[in-house]
């Protein structure tokens, strides 16, 4: 199982042009309006990304699941699926 370190995630950021927030003390990355959360689930066997459309809704965690990104990949494609997940739902 891949666990994705920081640099990682600033790669995520980086390529699928992400801002960054702390919403109720949880990383949460907006972009055109939508903010997303990715989550690892290991019962799951992946990651799970998340998006609420407003604000407001992010911070009553009101976010519904876009999909599960496999964890049984490399971590070039795990990379690449959250940041494709992340740019088809914006």
């Not at 407003?54 to 971590?75: G, H, M, P, S, Y």
């Amino acid at each position: 199982m891949i666990l994705l370190s920081n640099e990682d995630f600033r790669a995520i950021k980086r390529k699928a042009k992400l801002n960054e927030t702390l919403i109720n003390h949880e990383t949460v990355y907006e972009k055109n309006g939508l903010y997303y959360r990715i989550t690892l689930v290991n019962d799951l066997g992946g990651y799970v990304i998340e998006c609420a459309e407003t604000l407001e809704e992010a911070k009553k965690n009101f976010f519904e699941d876009l999909d599960i990104v496999d964890n049984n990949v490399t971590r070039r494609e795990l990379i690449d699926r959250i940041i494709n997940c992340i740019n088809m739902a914006s």
